[in-house]
C-alpha cells in the first residue's frame, strides 16, 4: 500500500532534495520541487498524500506555500511535514501554528525522516478509510444515502454545466416483506447483498454510482448516460437477476426474486427533487402495473 503513496519534496537545495528522494524511492513515489512555485504548481496536479517542505526558500518560503496549500480546496487537506534548519523549539511551535502536521529539523537523520513520513502516511491511511466507511453502506457495501446525496448534487450541476446527459434510477426488490417473512432475515439479507452486487458490476463509467437508498431500495446514478442506454442497463440488470434465479416461493410475481425499476433522465430547467420525483412516480408505476418491469421517463 505505502508504495502507491505519493511524496513531495520540495526543497531549493539540489542536494536535499536528491538525499531524500533516494531515501523514500523505495517504499513511495516520489515527487521533486525546487521552490514555493513548483511546490505548489506539482501539489495541485499530483496531490501527494504527504509533503516535505523546506521553510528557507527563495521567494516563496514555506509558511506562504503552507497558507496557499490550504487555500486550495485541492490540496487544502494534504498533511505538510516542515523540513528546516531552524531548530529552535519556537520555531518548531510556529510551524506547527502555521498547520504543519510535523517538524524535521535540518540535518536531519535518515531513520527520524522515515518514522515521521511512515507514521503520516499511516495517518492518512487511516483517515481515508474512516471517510470511505462514512460513505459505506455496512450490509450492502454500497455508498450510502448521505454519499449518494452528495454524488446526485455534483453530478447534477456537472450535466446543468456542460450540458451532457444524466440518468437515475431507483430500483426495489418486489415483495421482499414476504421474503423475509418467509425465509428469515438472514436469508433476506443475503438476498439483499446478492442484488447489490449484481448492481454494482452493472455500473460502467467512472462515475456511475449505486448506493443504498434505504431498506430494499436501491439508487443509480448514470452521468452521461440518456435515456436509452440508462434503460438499456436497468434491463440487462433485471434480466441478470433473472439468471440468478434466487428462489421466492412466496412471490406473487414470479417464484424467483425480482425488481422493479423506475427512472428519469435529466430535463432542460428541472431541479434535482424534480428528477428524483420523477424517477419515484415511474418506480410506481412499474409496480402498479405488475412489478418486475422498468419503466422511464426520457428527457427533453
Same mark, same amino acid.
Not at 439483499?192 to 458490476?201: K, M, S
Not at 433485471?238 to 417464484?255: K, Q, T
Given at each position: @500500500?505505502?508504495?502507491?503513496?505519493? #511524496? ?8 536535499? /532534495?536528491?538525499?531524500?528522494?533516494? &531515501? ?5 513515489t ?14 495541485? /496536479?499530483h496531490?501527494p498524500?504527504l ?6 526558500m527563495?521567494? @516563496? ?6 497558507r ?9 487537506? #494534504?498533511?505538510?511535514i516542515? #523540513?528546516?534548519? @531552524?531548530g ?7 510551524g506547527?501554528?502555521?498547520? +504543519?502536521?510535523?517538524?524535521?529539523a ?10 515521521? #513520513? ?5 495517518? *492518512?491511511? %487511516?483517515?481515508?478509510?474512516l ?10 457495501e454500497?455508498?450510502n ?13 456537472? =450535466?446543468?454545466? %456542460? ?8 430500483l426495489?426488490?418486489?415483495?421482499f416483506? %414476504? ?12 438476498a ?6 449484481? $448492481?454494482? =458490476?452493472g455500473?460502467?463509467?467512472p462515475?456511475?454510482?449505486? =448506493? ?6 436501491? *439508487? &443509480?446514478?448514470?452521468?452521461? $448516460?440518456? +435515456?436509452?442506454q ?10 441478470? &437477476? ?27 430547467g428541472?431541479?434535482?427533487a ?5 424517477a419515484? +412516480?415511474?418506480?410506481?408505476?412499474a409496480? %402498479?402495473a ?9 428527457g427533453?
Open positions: @500500500m505505502n508504495s502507491l503513496q505519493k #511524496v513531495l519534496v520540495a526543497d531549493d537545495d539540489a542536494i536535499n /532534495r536528491e538525499v531524500l528522494a533516494e &531515501l523514500l524511492k523505495p517504499e513511495y516520489v515527487l521533486l520541487a525546487k521552490d514555493g512555485a513548483q511546490a505548489l504548481e506539482r501539489a495541485a /496536479r496531490v498524500d509533503i516535505l517542505l523546506d521553510v528557507m527563495p521567494d @516563496m518560503d514555506g509558511f506562504e506555500v503552507l496557499r496549500l490550504r487555500d486550495d480546496p485541492r490540496t487544502a487537506d #494534504v498533511a505538510v516542515f #523540513v528546516s534548519g @531552524m529552535r523549539p519556537e520555531d518548531e511551535a510556529n506547527l501554528k502555521a498547520g +504543519a502536521s510535523d517538524y524535521i535540518k540535518p536531519f537523520n535518515a531513520t527520524v525522516v522515515m518514522a515521521r #513520513v511512515a507514521l503520516h502516511l499511516q495517518m *492518512v491511511r %487511516q483517515r481515508r478509510m471517510e470511505r466507511l462514512a460513505h459505506v453502506d455496512g450490509l450492502t454500497l455508498a444515502r448521505r454519499r449518494f446525496d452528495e454524488v446526485f448534487e455534483q453530478e447534477y450541476q456537472r =450535466a446543468r454545466r %456542460q450540458g451532457t446527459p444524466l440518468s437515475l434510477a431507483l426495489d426488490i418486489d415483495s416483506k %414476504q421474503y423475509n417473512d418467509h425465509y428469515g432475515h438472514p436469508a433476506g439479507d443475503r439483499l447483498r446478492a442484488v447489490a452486487r449484481l $448492481t454494482a =458490476a455500473m460502467r463509467g462515475s456511475d454510482l449505486a =448506493a443504498r437508498y434505504g431498506g430494499e431500495e436501491l *439508487v &443509480l446514478v448514470l452521468p452521461d $448516460t440518456d +435515456a436509452g440508462a434503460q438499456a442497463l436497468m434491463a440487462d440488470m433485471r434480466a441478470g &437477476l433473472d439468471r440468478m434465479a434466487i428462489e421466492h416461493v412466496a412471490s406473487p410475481v414470479a417464484p424467483v426474486l425480482t425488481v422493479s425499476v423506475g427512472g428519469a433522465t435529466l430535463c432542460p428541472e431541479d434535482p424534480e428528477l428524483f420525483a420523477a419515484d +412516480a415511474h418506480l410506481y408505476r409496480k %402498479q405488475g412489478r418486475n418491469r422498468v419503466m422511464w421517463r426520457a427533453a
